[in-house]
Structures are given as C-alpha cells and as structure tokens.
C-alpha cells in the first residue's frame, strides 16, 4: 500500500508542477489590459523594407476588456483584431489586401515579447516572418 501511495503522490506533484508551469507560460486577460507601445524590429539578414506612413516602427495600443473574458485593442488611434489565443496576445492590422500579425507569447521586465508575420492573399507560403515585437508599458 506504501508503494501506492508514493506513486500517487509522485504523480500529483508531477501534475501539479506540469500545469503551473503552463499557466505560468499563458497570459491572462488581466495583465494585458492597458496602455502599451507596441514596436517592430525587422529581422536581420531580411530582404524587407518597411515603410509605414508615419515613418516610424512604434504605435501606441490601447487593450481594454470585452464582453466577460474577451479583449478590444485600438493601435494607432484604429480599431485592430485582437485577442488571445491559445495564452498569447494577437494584434492583427488590416493593410488594404494584407494583413500584419503581432503574436506576443513571452514577457519580458513589464512587457511582452513575440513575432510580427505580415500575409498577403498572393504569397504562395501564406505569411512571411517580419521580425520581432515588443509590447511596453506607456
């Protein structure tokens, strides 16, 4: 009987430590609301030139609370998808017939870390890596 109960207690504190260290990992509706900058660096070695309107690679990004558990984001003073996936926040821009994806999966100090994938209807492999993202408080 000793035996079984070692086992079962092996295995709860294994279970245990397997699912904090996945929700540690996701992000919560919570600590994603506010007022962030949002920056791109472009990926070196990329035969990519960005160029925005403004010149610039920062928007300012507002995330407030939707309905019981969803999210709304303004960047740049626009409407913009948002929400989050699978414990990552995704800012999707529509840009006339592409699309810029900002997927923010890591943290970092107070902000959060990811990638920025731009698709486009026409590119034969569906979306092309950009660069990094970096999501701060303001």
Not at 84 to 103: E, K
Request: hydrophobic share 45%; proline share 2%; glycine share 12%.
């Amino acid at each position: 009987m000793v035996r079984y109960g070692r086992l079962g207690a092996a295995m709860l504190l294994s279970a245990c430590v397997m699912a904090s260290a996945a929700n540690a990992q996701d992000l919560q509706r919570g600590e994603v609301l506010g007022n962030w900058t949002l920056k791109m660096t472009p990926a070196e070695g990329g035969n990519v030139t960005i160029r925005t309107d403004t010149g610039r690679l920062e928007m300012p990004v507002t995330v407030t609370a939707r309905g019981a558990s969803g999210v709304a984001c303004v960047v740049d003073g626009e409407a913009a998808d948002c929400r989050l996936n699978r414990g990552a926040l995704v800012i999707t821009l529509r840009l006339d017939d592409a699309r810029m994806a900002y997927t923010l999966n890591g943290r970092r100090g107070a902000g959060l870390t990811g990638t920025a994938r731009i698709s486009y209807r026409l590119l034969p492999f569906g979306s092309m890596h950009l660069g990094a993202a970096d999501l701060t408080r303001r």
